[in-house]
């Protein structure tokens, strides 16, 4: 009896070891990463959350509400990055995990960390805490402390991310009690309005000293940055300059900043120092959130049903009927999931109103980089916008009646557009920048009210076409691709001559040619092509050039003549690991060139270091969509 | 013996009025004939004659209380009275604790009546025992099953909270699961404590009370040890005047005109507690020994229990019960009262579960004889550095018993009350030479106790391990946190508040005492003023001086 009892004894004291050792036996818990196994080049959502608490549950969820929200994500396939997976991305060094989400919690608040603890780790997801650095050395339990965030850190669940020092201050900014946001108002002093210089020496000063508390305490440099107020100086009490200078003053202290938005997706091509956040709803439940972030989820098919008020993102005062959407003065309205698009076929019809200008957007990445067609009294035109400017690529004469429907349609293919209107075309190929970001598609009320009755977009394949000149590619089958890889052999008159015509004609169909050099040795497809671009149409008309496992040397020399690479890449090679993508630049991109089975094996692995809205292979459509890749059509004689 | 009545004005604790016999002889098994005790009592009581229009409403005073009814001596009570009813609030400290609940309203039969001294000897119609069971002691039964229920449930979750934020602070939050699980350990041990069935034989017991300056309680201790519910054939009495320099040999002579089978010793000069029951053991004729102290009165029953746990000849002492004689002095004595309780029904009883008690308790033990004198020299000659060890005697002796193997337990049915210190500066000194005390012997323990049983051993180095740390976590939670971030100790003290409601809710449930918050007050007496003495004890431990001679006056 007496040794049953010690028995049982050493079997109780084995069980409370095992119990109260339990943290140590499972080791610290990380959030759920596996890089490796890592393919989105698609792009991410970034959510944010002004806190968890109980009080206010329109803006904070309460914690059993965070935990649902948290759980339903996990469910439905979502998982979390970083702002180091983030920058990666958008570098295009690394890609994300499927559904990939960064969660942004706002204020510093210790019950951020407390309420999300055990949430994430029964889902794995991690989040950053973004950090108004001036509240770390508040007096009280309810901001996180230096020593708070020493503790955080090591808990591996948590980046952090800056949120302004003295800059989630409101300043005085007039001579009354009138206050305004530390960053986008000049502040009143005793002599006044501060000058430009001082404001901007104040925002400059305010990131630094947010960055530099933040890597003191940690240890570790923050990588993004959250706007205080969501206010980034695009508001219309902003001073005029603010968003400019905060602009420039958060890229030489943040390598990412986060704006408040209307949706949360940012794509591959998206600003580093505009990326858009979302706010989300305290109150939604799991079901609720995750249907909402599907509508944000990039598409690959045709929308812009105007019935379906759902498949669109509106700003400002839309009314979508039956009858199509009608649009208030500054009001506009995205299709959700268009993002990502980069080629495109949109239509619409639409009804000005009096002394109305509409704009159907092919490309809208942000108020300074977008391609539309406007439509006013005065006519239509087709203007593209970039970093160089407004340009206006197309200006029609003819007038267009108010309140009757008109029907136009935008095409972008590549780097060339073609407007109709009704059936009738009436410009194209038109000349578009050479260097372009993927951006939503939408329409928008530039000024007075319009209706519109239809709409209807639809994004292109990227398709690529391999053949030994532009002949060998079917009429009816042209229309499919981008780009047409031809070889180029030597750099002969004869040769000159017809790639001159081959580069004319496809240029008229807005097809690119990619010469895809032969020569066995570096030195001499350089100078093969060096010589052919002395002539001022290839000069212009050339943009990339194929090489089959170019060397680093081709490259390089490649790169110093400001020529985008499309690798061809023998598709056995790449599923051994024996090609190495470091060498190709943000523009160039990757044929895989074998047969499906090792075609799929070397992409399982090229996709884990190189984005796939820049790789081809010759996989049919469907699979190509799969893994977010341009399909490769070959054509023989 | 001044069989005078006792000033009970004040009281500070129930002074029960001896049987009319000095020992209760009249029975073959010396019980006593009382069902319920008598206290002396001297308090206001209002008689009701009559009922109706015809009440009419008399003064007396109550000279002896019981549960089961009055004396009271009032001149006024017509002759004849059959019946009565009675208004009265038993002031604190004249009954048992768990009796004073406010003013009682009782229907009384008159029993006996000496006119000549005005005398009624009344008997309630239902005792005050099964009035209260009906409504206060009901009531306070389940505000305590409640209050422990609630207690331990939220220990389990904040233990709970502890695991889900483990990483954010491990070192303190290992700690406190560590303090969770020991803390709630002890209750879930404790409630398997079983006593033995009763013994029927009653072999020769020796009791040994050693006295140094005790003439204001040491005739009582005589008294109530010579009122013993044992054959009186078949106890020795010995009385050890180690020196004192006061009226304590004349009381004991006193004591023994009255009972002059008590034997004696007197040392002069004194030669320390150890020595004198020593030298108490070497005289003693008697199978077991008994040590009590001097301010230690034992209830008739107490040896009887005591030897009830020796019918397993493994068992080489048991402690008995102690709880807190001086209770209703002031709120210190109040708060030990508490601790007292849960100190030993708790405490204790978790480590008898496991026949390894670490402390047979001064107030009240008894030895098997030959156990005890195997080991005698060697406690009576201890050093510790080279230095008598003048302190730590009940440890050191559990200790030499535990090392040999024997079996160790408590007794909870054996019980004494015991005086404690009525002053902050007595009780300090005296918490302190016990912190001493239990720290030079645990350091001895260490080297044996992983030899019990695994759970035994188990506690045992947890129960040393964890109060050495407290006071890490006490600086951490009281003084860091507050002065560096501005944040109070708001955690910390809901901690402590739930220890305290668990502790203080066991000593409701069994003693239905109004006295239980005063454990909540204790726990913070502990936290915030106690837990500082021990790194002091830790430094200074190899100190020999005793403190604390003087003791709490009645």
Do not use: I, K, M, N
């Given at each position: 009896m007496k040794k049953l009892s010690i028995a049982l004894q050493w079997l109780v004291v084995a069980a409370l070891a095992a119990l109260a050792l339990q943290p140590f036996i499972k080791g610290r818990p990380l959030p759920e990463?596996?890089?490796?196994t890592w393919r989105n080049w698609q792009g991410f959502m970034a959510l944010s959350y002004a806190g968890v608490g109980i009080g206010a549950p329109e803006t904070y969820p309460t914690p059993k509400r965070m935990a649902e929200q948290l759980a339903a994500l996990h469910a439905a396939g979502y998982r979390t990055i970083t702002p180091a997976d983030a920058l990666a991305f958008l570098e295009g060094r690394r890609p994300l995990p499927p559904k990939a989400l960064l969660l942004l919690l706002e204020g510093g608040r210790k019950d951020s960390v407390v309420f999300t603890a055990k949430p994430f780790r029964k889902t794995g997801f991690c989040g950053t805490l973004c950090l108004p650095t001036r509240l770390l050395d508040a007096r009280g339990a309810f901001f996180l402390r230096s020593g708070d965030l020493h503790r955080v850190a090591k808990m591996k669940f948590w980046s952090f991310a800056g949120m302004g020092h003295a800059a989630i201050d409101e300043i005085p900014v007039g001579p009354g009690d009138e206050k305004g946001h530390f960053l986008t108002r000049r502040a009143w002093t005793n002599a006044g309005l501060e000058s430009p210089e001082a404001f901007r020496e104040r925002v400059a000063a305010d990131y630094a000293n947010c960055r530099d508390a933040i890597a003191q305490t940690v240890g570790e440099t923050p990588l993004a940055y959250v706007y205080p107020f969501a206010d980034a100086g695009q508001g219309p009490e902003a001073d005029p300059d603010a968003e400019a200078i905060n602009r420039e003053e958060v890229a030489k202290h943040f390598q990412l900043a986060f704006v408040e938005a209307d949706q949360p997706f940012n794509g591959p091509g998206a600003d580093p120092h505009a990326l858009q956040r979302w706010r989300v709803p305290g109150n939604a439940t799991g079901a609720e959130l995750v249907r909402r972030l599907e509508q944000f989820a990039p598409r690959a098919n045709a929308a812009g049903d105007l019935r379906d008020a759902g498949a669109w993102q509106g700003v400002g005062k839309v009314h979508f009927s039956g009858a199509g959407a009608k649009f208030a003065p500054g009001a506009a309205a995205w299709i959700r999931g268009s993002d990502n698009w980069s080629d495109v076929d949109v239509t619409a019809t639409l009804r000005l109103g009096a002394d109305a200008v509409a704009a159907l957007y092919a490309r809208h990445v942000s108020a300074q980089s977008f391609l539309r067609v406007t439509l006013a009294p005065a006519g239509l035109r087709v203007q593209e916008r970039t970093a160089g400017g407004l340009r206006t690529l197309y200006e029609s004469p003819d007038p267009l009646p108010a309140n009757e429907p008109v029907t136009v349609r935008l095409r972008v293919k590549g780097a060339r557009a073609w407007l109709w209107r009704g059936a009738e075309q009436l410009a194209g190929p038109l000349p578009l920048a050479a260097r372009r970001a993927p951006g939503r598609v939408g329409l928008a009320a530039e000024t007075g009210a319009f209706r519109a009755q239809a709409c209807r977009a639809q994004p292109l394949e990227a398709a690529l076409a391999v053949a030994a000149?532009?002949?060998?590619?079917?009429a009816e089958n042209r229309d499919a691709f981008q780009a047409l890889i031809a070889p180029l052999a030597g750099s002969s008159a004869d040769v000159a001559q017809a790639w001159r015509r081959t580069l004319l004609a496809a240029a008229a169909q807005g097809v690119e040619i990619v010469p895809r050099l032969v020569a066995t040795d570096a030195a001499t497809a350089l100078a093969d092509l060096r010589a052919l671009r002395e002539d001022p149409i290839f000069r212009s008309l050339i943009g990339r050039v194929a090489a089959t496992a170019p060397s680093a040397e081709l490259l390089q020399g490649l790169h110093d003549s400001k020529l985008a690479v499309v690798a061809v890449v023998p598709a056995a090679a790449a599923a051994q690991g024996s090609f190495d993508a470091q060498g190709l630049r943000p523009d160039d991109w990757i044929l895989v060139d074998g047969d499906e089975t090792e075609t799929l094996a070397a992409l399982d692995r090229l996709l884990a270091v190189f984005p796939a809205d820049r790789t081809a292979a010759f996989l049919d459509s469907a699979r190509s969509r799969e893994l977010g890749i341009a399909p490769a059509v070959r054509y023989e004689p | 013996m001044n069989l005078q009545p006792p000033d009970r004005r004040n009281a500070t604790s129930p002074y029960e009025k001896p049987d009319?016999?000095?020992?209760?002889?009249?029975?073959a098994d010396y019980s006593t004939r009382r069902s319920s005790p008598r206290y002396w009592s001297d308090f206001p009581v209002q008689i009701v004659v009559g009922a109706g229009k015809s009440q009419t409403a008399y003064s007396g005073t109550a000279r002896d209380v019981s549960d089961g009814g009055l004396l009271v001596e009032s001149r006024e009570i017509p002759a004849g009275t059959k019946r009565v009813r009675l208004h009265f609030e038993v002031p604190d400290g004249i009954l048992p604790e768990e009796y004073h609940h406010g003013a009682m309203d009782v229907v009384a039969d008159v029993r006996r009546h000496d006119a000549a001294k005005g005398y009624w000897g009344l008997q309630f119609v239902e005792p005050l025992s099964q009035r209260l069971a009906r409504s206060t002691w009901a009531l306070l039964r389940w505000l305590a099953i409640v209050l422990l229920a609630g207690a331990i449930a939220t220990t389990l979750f904040l233990k709970y909270e502890n695991y889900q934020f483990f990483w954010y602070d491990a070192p303190l939050f290992f700690y406190s699961i560590l303090v969770g699980g020991y803390l709630v350990s002890r209750f879930v041990f404790a409630a398997f404590y079983r006593n033995p069935p009763p013994l029927s034989e009653t072999p020769p017991v020796t009791l040994l009370v050693p006295a140094f300056n005790e003439e204001k309680q040491i005739e009582r201790t005589i008294r109530q040890v010579m009122n013993l519910e044992y054959p009186a054939d078949k106890l020795q009495v010995i009385v050890i005047d180690d020196g004192s320099t006061d009226g304590t040999p004349a009381a004991i002579a006193r004591a023994r005109a009255l009972y002059p089978e008590v034997e004696s010793i007197r040392f002069s000069p004194g030669r320390g507690k150890r020595h004198a029951l020593a030298a108490g053991v070497q005289r003693a004729t008697g199978a077991f020994i008994v040590f009590i102290d001097s301010d230690s009165f034992l209830e008739p029953d107490a040896v009887r229990r005591l030897l009830d746990h020796f019918a397993d000849p493994e068992v080489a002492a048991v402690t008995g019960h102690c709880d807190v004689e001086n209770v209703w002095t002031n709120a210190l004595t109040k708060m030990q009262s508490v601790r007292y309780y849960v100190a030993f029904r708790i405490m204790k009883a978790a480590e008898s579960v496991f026949d390894s008690i670490t402390c047979l308790s001064g107030p009240l033990a008894c030895y098997r004889r030959e156990r005890l004198l195997e080991v005698l020299d060697a406690w009576e000659t201890q050093t510790f550095l080279g230095r008598p060890a003048t302190f730590g005697d009940d440890r050191s002796l559990t200790n030499l018993l535990l090392r040999r193997g024997h079996k160790v337990r408590y007794a909870e049915k054996a019980q004494c009350t015991t005086l404690v210190p009525e002053d902050h500066r007595t009780f300090l000194r005296q918490q302190l030479r016990w912190k001493r005390s239990w720290f030079r012997e645990s350091l001895v323990a260490c080297a044996f106790m992983w030899k019990k049983q695994p759970l035994m051993a188990v506690s045992f180095y947890l129960g040393f391990l964890l109060p050495l740390v407290a006071p890490l976590v006490v600086v951490r939670a009281l003084v860091l946190v507050p002065l560096l971030q501005a944040v109070w100790p708001i955690n910390y003290v809901a901690g402590v508040l739930v220890m305290s409601a668990m502790i203080s809710s066991v000593y409701l449930l069994v003693k239905r005492s109004r006295l239980w918050l005063y454990g909540v007050m204790f726990c913070f007496y502990y936290m915030f003023v106690l837990v500082w003495q021990l790194p002091i004890a830790v430094l200074t431990?190899?100190?020999?001086?005793?403190?604390?001679?003087s003791k709490a006056e009645i």
């Open positions: 990463r596996q890089p490796e000149d532009l002949e060998r590619v079917p | 009319r016999r000095r020992r209760a002889r009249s029975r431990f190899a100190e020999t001086g005793w403190g604390t001679r």
